[in-house]
């Protein structure tokens, strides 16, 4: 099964700013998540996506799915230090297949 | 606590040694899953249960791991005569059900395992 390839592997960032990680995946899909994990947590779900949804929000959350580019982001607004995590898609087929993450550092 | 439960939190063990990590999840969560994380990496799929269905165990990477499922609730994963490969977080996670459109997954926060 695919796998989601996440970009960048890394961001660091400063407070307020803005942060855009992007996933990029090869065959069709289900539905497409988005998962937080906090450094020795375990990982909890952002946003769900269905394949015939291109936008949803969530509080800062913003999530975009370009199905004819097999690609989705996720934007989080005016950054906190509290959002310092890896994020993971993940592509749901027979599955739910995790990307490798990004992992972001917003800095104070 | 409603969250998905782990444990141990840590485990240190010699190599050769079987480890049992066991997982509680969500009261009512038909669907559980078995993961493994080694350092800076994603999530690897090992198992997966569903109700009363055989398992997808086309995860497990060798026949040192098996896990079961007793009454479609706890869970227990066991790696016998565990290798230093072996070392990484095991999460479990749980869902109400598996459609074909996946549910949100709900994370413990895993079993740190060390294989010295």
């Known amino acids: 099964s695919q796998q989601g390839e996440e970009d960048p592997q890394a961001l660091s960032i400063q407070e307020g700013e803005n942060a855009t990680m992007n996933c990029s995946y090869k065959t069709s899909i289900n539905n497409l998540q988005w998962y937080r994990q906090n450094s020795g947590r375990g990982l909890v779900h952002l946003i769900l996506?269905?394949?015939?949804?291109r936008e949803k929000h969530s509080g800062r959350l913003r999530v975009t799915l370009d199905t004819s580019k097999k690609s989705s982001s996720l934007l989080i607004t005016a950054s906190r230090a509290a959002d310092t995590a890896s994020y993971f898609c993940?592509?749901?087929?027979?599955?739910?297949?995790f990307g490798k993450g990004t992992k972001l550092t917003v800095n104070p | 606590g409603a969250g998905v439960s782990q444990s141990p939190s840590n485990k240190v063990t010699e190599k050769g040694k079987d480890v049992e990590l066991r997982c509680d999840p969500i009261s009512g969560h038909t669907a559980l899953y078995w993961y493994r994380q080694s350092l800076g990496q994603g999530l690897e799929f090992l198992i997966y249960?569903?109700?009363?269905?055989?398992?997808?165990k086309s995860g497990l990477p060798s026949d040192r791991f098996s896990a079961e499922r007793t009454g479609g609730s706890v869970s227990t994963l066991t790696i016998q005569r565990t290798q230093q490969e072996d070392s990484a977080v095991y999460l479990c996670a749980s869902s109400p059900r598996r459609g074909k459109g996946h549910q949100p997954q709900h994370f413990g926060d895993g079993t740190r395992l060390s294989i010295l």
């Open positions: 993940a592509l749901s087929e027979e599955k739910l297949v």
């Open positions: 249960f569903q109700g009363n269905s055989a398992p997808d």
């Open positions: 996506i269905r394949s015939n949804e």
